[in-house]
């Protein structure tokens, strides 16, 4: 991607939204983006405790280790989709981007998209000075050592793709206790608190959300963004489940 064309991808800060809003919003999103009526998009925000199923079903069940009513008692939800992967959390101090991208834009192929993803989350953890991975042959997402502390899920369909990555920022990591994370036993999970220690100073998660974006689209070949605030997030999610 050297032409020297400008490339700009619109994040939206939307805070913290319910996996089902979000889920909407995405949906929307595609069919927009396929249809031209809008850019290049990435979503930044976090969930309450929530519980996914990649689209590889009888796989992912059996890698969720507690019946679906002990989820609703710890207050998380289940959902299961249309993504790759296996079965993840999402919660509270975890940085989600959701990328609603054309692959023909931006000439990626699904391998090169992923790696732009792992890549980004790998800069964002040196930044902070912890040395990541991209995990070995069969282990999606990024690693420090043999704990994972980036998960990647996506759909791609007729060149365009949603969902996306987790990137840990602090979260509960007890959460993670309840399942297999992304499938892969006998490895563990960790955050970039937990990495770089209790007296290191972390910035606010906002920042590390924009860090995040900034290098994914830098990965990607966008030469700027543009942060669309979560001021705007009711317009953005009402409309979504309008129209769903």
């Known amino acids: 991607m050297s032409d020297g064309a400008r490339r700009v991808l619109e994040a939206w800060r939307l805070g913290v939204v319910k996996y089902g ?16 009526r809008v850019g290049d ?17 009888e796989k992912a ?16 939800e289940l959902h299961r989709t249309e993504r790759g992967g296996d079965i993840t959390f999402h919660g509270p101090r975890q940085a989600v981007l959701y990328p609603v991208l054309s692959f ?14 792992e ?32 998960a990647i899920g996506v759909r ?16 509960d990591l007890g959460y993670f206790e309840h399942i297999v994370p992304c499938g892969i036993a006998g490895k563990g999970v960790t955050s970039l608190r937990r990495e770089v220690g209790d007296r290191v100073e972390l910035p606010a998660d906002g920042v590390i959300h924009d ?4 290098c994914l689209a830098t990965t990607l070949g966008f030469t700027d963004v543009e942060f669309k605030d979560d001021s705007e997030r009711g317009d953005l999610i009402g409309a979504a489940a309008t129209q769903s």
């Not at 998009?41 to 079903?57: A, D, E, M, N």
């Not at 999606?140 to 043999?146: C, E, M, N, Q, R």
């Not at 860090?211 to 900034?214: A, E, G, M």
């Open 211 to 214: 860090q995040l974006v900034r």
């Open 104 to 117: 023909r834009a931006l000439r990626l192929s699904a391998r090169r998209y992923v790696e732009g993803l």
């Open 21 to 36: 809003e979000a889920l909407q919003l995405q949906e929307r999103l595609v069919a927009d983006r396929k249809a031209g």
């Open 156 to 171: 791609i369909s007729s060149g365009f793709t949603w969902h996306g990555l987790a990137f840990n920022i602090d979260p």
């Open 41 to 57: 998009i990435v979503l930044s925000l976090q969930h309450p405790p929530t519980y996914t199923l990649g689209k590889r079903r």
């Open 61 to 76: 069940e059996r890698n969720l280790l507690v019946p679906e009513a002990e989820l609703r008692a710890l207050g998380a």
């Open 119 to 150: 890549s980004a989350m790998i800069q964002v953890a040196a930044l902070h000075g912890v040395s990541a991975r991209p995990g070995d042959p069969g282990e999606t997402g990024v690693w420090v050592g043999d704990r994972k502390i980036g």
